[in-house]
């Protein structure tokens, strides 16, 4: 099963906002909110509720691709997230979120005792490659012990 399967299977908000898993990987997760009339707001465009779950989402999964061989050891939870609304969005976005950190150096640090924290950097676009949102969700990954 892949992580968009996984999340779209446990996770009910991916399932009720039907967003879509384009691209899945350790550097970089893509995922897709299509325009569904019912999540739009007053100017028409996907609903500000609906943005930070799709860029939360995108972050997500790209926590779950890059440490997903941590599991057994560590539980990874957001800690802080921001979020930008820079233009008005229409039509379906597209979320991408890239890891802030280097892997290896998370890694490390949790390898060491700690309870690392790392940026995810998310940048939401339109059809047309304008960014209408960047967000940044801060996540840790929480040792078991």
Avoid: C
Avoid at 45 to 59: I, N, Q, R, Y
Avoid at 87 to 104: F, Q
Wanted: no cysteine; hydrophobic share 45%.
């Amino acid at each position: 099963m892949s992580i968009g399967e996984l999340l779209a299977a446990t996770v009910p908000m991916v399932r009720t906002l039907n967003l879509a898993y384009l691209e899945t990987t350790p550097e970089k997760a893509v995922l897709l909110l299509p325009d569904q009339e019912e999540y739009r707001n007053h100017v028409g465009g996907p609903h500000a509720g609906a943005m930070f779950t799709l860029g939360e989402s995108a972050s997500g999964a790209l926590v779950l691709a890059a440490f997903g061989d941590q599991l057994a050891r560590a539980v990874p939870l957001p800690v802080h997230a921001e979020i930008d609304f820079r233009k008005i969005a229409r039509g379906p976005v597209t979320a991408t979120a890239t890891l802030g950190r280097p892997i290896a150096e998370i890694v490390a640090e949790l390898d060491g005792g700690g309870r690392p924290e790392f940026p995810v950097v998310v940048a939401i676009r339109r059809e047309d490659g304008a960014v209408t949102t960047e967000m940044t969700v801060v996540w840790t990954l929480r040792p078991n012990s």
